[in-house]
């Protein structure tokens, strides 16, 4: 019987365009979602919107909208963001829903009737923007605590949620269930809430102060608070009232992902919430950081908020996704900018992992007749390592991820993946080829990679379920079927043989630094001085025989201390890494060089420059200035020959 894995992200507020906070949580509960369902659970995963309140009712009025309309509107805008992010969601739920809208009437009808609701007079300070009350002792100087904007004196009847009996009950289960609330830090912050006394929770709205929400069904000229109306959508969704047999399924959640911001309302008004109404709480409530845009918190009035859209056009999708769980530790805070994506991209993207597959495909079709190889047995120690890295891998990635670190099991796949590239450079098979009497070694060679990519392809789908396909269908396989989970299909020697391979687009295209525009003055002096210099004498075909140019990977690149133009390179070119001074330190840092790939010349006499050794030479584009380095738009394996 297969387990079940319910897990959520928060239903988003409509008042405004999805951003990167919204898409990190989104993604990172996707990521959890596909790798369940390839373990073979019976997965739900619900993410939602939060269409109820004064902020929504406020945006509408100011547009002369009614709230509904408006929130129709900007409900598209995520479901069509999830769609573009590849967000495989198995239920969207609105509070606007009936079927949100009749669980919580029934659950404000429960508490009532057990006497857990009561009227009374509140006098205190609240928050228009987080729609939330204040006591004079929790206000900052006149501020409100969270979002330290103006609070406003009310006095005024509402209802309220017997909460703060809950206080002792909620602390017991935070120390007896130690991952309840993830990660460390955050299950501390709410234990240190809980050490004061907890008040009860005001849950009405009168509505001649805001009519946008769902009515109390004991007194119809109340309406719902909206962080109580909004916390029940994880059982509504699961089908609390509706559809019992799917709730019985479903809850408790394995997994609710929140962002720190919003720790309290969850760890404490839901959990409460819940006990009240005799339900058992989540498994795992993991609040994440933020993410700050090149060290600068985000914000509108700065104008450098990420539009996540915006991000997936220029880089792609599954660059996205990748980058954003392995920049930092899932619960840690983060920090965006284009140039971290871009090396990120050009590094681990189109180096490693592109560049494994698009030369393993590269020997395939020249050595193995365009198909996988058999399946042999490797007699040598770098045979073991990489099959015993490749074998340990899902145990490795499994573990990681039930404990939502995102970031550590992609670094244990990449391990994989550095790993094959030297397995590559080691068994050199271009130089194989080239003896019949190896070519037994040869295919051993080739089958070893390819098995070790196959397997790399199955783990990397839940993070990037699009290159994972594409990787599939390059190396000629099918998708799995359903009947095969994820661990079965982990087992090394699973690669068919004979298996036709087609080398596809690339998979990772290389991100080119973003160049400055030259003012008018310099655009000027260029296109003066851009008249080409003469031809030189001809040479022969023969002359031109002499010369050996090889596909250069660039690993390393630093200054030379006292030389302005030149950089010390260590260029790969598959068979061995060569040492290259090269004059290029005006146009390019030696950062943007990393991963680049190069045209070396590979027969040129060694030379020494500034005491180091040179052995050979970069070909570039410029005469006494450096224009640019000659490259390829298409990812050729290091060592191959340029002709």
């Given at each position: ?283 795992t409530l993991f609040a994440h950081g933020w993410w700050t845009l090149d060290g600068q918190k985000m914000s509108k009035s700065l104008g450098n ?339």
């Amino acid at each position: 019987m297969p387990k079940k894995f319910y897990v959520t992200t928060p239903i988003y507020y409509v008042n405004d365009v999805p951003h990167i906070g919204h898409a990190y949580t989104t993604i990172a509960a996707d990521v959890l979602a596909r790798y369940h369902r390839l373990l073979g659970d019976e997965v739900l995963f619900m993410t939602g919107s939060d269409e109820h309140g004064q902020k929504v009712e406020q945006a509408a009025k100011k547009r002369g909208i009614p709230p509904q309309e408006h929130a129709d509107e900007l409900v598209l805008g995520f479901q069509a963001l999830w769609k573009q992010l590849n967000i495989s969601n198995d239920d969207f739920i609105r509070t606007t829903e009936e079927r949100h809208k009749e669980a919580v009437t029934a659950i404000l009808n429960q508490l009532w009737e057990k006497g857990e609701i009561y009227a009374d007079t509140y006098s205190g300070w609240y928050c228009t923007p987080d729609e939330r009350f204040w006591t004079e002792k929790e206000i900052v100087d006149g501020k409100c605590p969270d979002c330290h904007r103006p609070v406003e004196a009310l006095s005024e009847r509402n209802y309220f949620f017997k909460m703060g009996q809950y206080r002792d009950r909620l602390r017991k289960h935070i120390l007896d269930h130690k991952d309840f609330i993830q990660p460390d830090s955050r299950r501390n912050e709410v234990l240190g809430f809980l050490e004061k006394d907890l008040n009860d929770l005001c849950i009405s709205r009168p509505k001649h102060r805001l009519e946008w929400g769902i009515p109390l069904p004991f007194d119809q000229e109340y309406v719902t608070y909206v962080w109580l109306d909004a916390l029940v959508n994880y059982i509504s969704g699961a089908g609390y009232i509706q559809d019992t047999a799917r709730f019985k399924i479903f809850w408790p959640s394995d997994v609710h992902l929140v962002g720190k911001d919003i720790l309290t309302t969850h760890a404490v008004y839901w959990m409460t919430t819940l006990m009240a109404l005799n339900l058992p709480l989540p498994k795992t409530l993991f609040a994440h950081g933020w993410w700050t845009l090149d060290g600068q918190k985000m914000s509108k009035s700065l104008g450098n908020v990420i539009k996540p859209s915006e991000v997936v056009e220029t880089y792609g999708v599954d660059a996205f996704r990748y980058f954003l769980l392995r920049q930092v530790p899932f619960g840690n805070d983060g920090d965006f900018s284009k140039e971290a994506l871009s090396n990120r991209v050009n590094s681990d993207l189109a180096n490693d992992i592109g560049n494994l597959l698009s030369r393993t495909l590269t020997m395939l079709e020249r050595y193995s007749e365009g198909c996988t190889p058999e399946k042999i047995q490797g007699d040598r120690q770098e045979d073991q390592d990489l099959q015993n890295m490749a074998e340990a891998l899902f145990e490795k990635v499994d573990q990681h991820l039930n404990h939502l670190q995102f970031e550590k099991a992609l670094v244990e796949i990449w391990q994989v993946i550095s790993q094959a590239n030297r397995y590559i450079e080691k068994g050199a098979p271009w130089l194989l080829a080239k003896d019949p009497a190896k070519k037994g070694r040869l295919q051993t060679v080739l089958f070893y990679t390819s098995e070790a990519i196959r397997i790399i392809s199955r783990l990397i789908a839940p993070f990037m379920p699009e290159a994972s396909k594409a990787m599939g269908k390059q190396l000629g396989l099918s998708e799995e079927s359903a009947d095969t989970t994820l661990k079965e299909a982990c087992r090394w020697g699973n690669l068919p043989p004979g298996l036709p391979v087609s080398k596809g687009k690339v998979l990772f295209p290389r991100i080119q630094p973003e160049k400055k525009e030259p003012n008018q003055a310099q655009a000027f002096k260029s296109k003066k001085s851009a008249v080409p210099p003469p031809i030189k004498d001809l040479i022969t075909i023969d002359d031109f025989a002499k010369l050996d140019l090889r596909v250069g990977v660039i690993r390393s690149a630093e200054k030379i201390e006292g030389a302005k133009k030149l950089l010390l390179l260590q260029v790969d070119i598959g068979s061995e890494k060569r040492q290259v001074v090269a004059g290029i330190a005006t146009q390019y840092a030696p950062d943007e060089l990393i991963g680049k790939e190069a045209i070396l010349i590979a027969n040129l006499q060694p030379a020494t420059i500034m005491g180091i050794e040179s052995q050979g030479m970069l070909l570039a584009a410029g005469g006494k200035k450096v224009l640019g380095l000659a490259t390829f738009s298409e990812v050729i394996p290091p060592g191959s020959t340029v002709r």
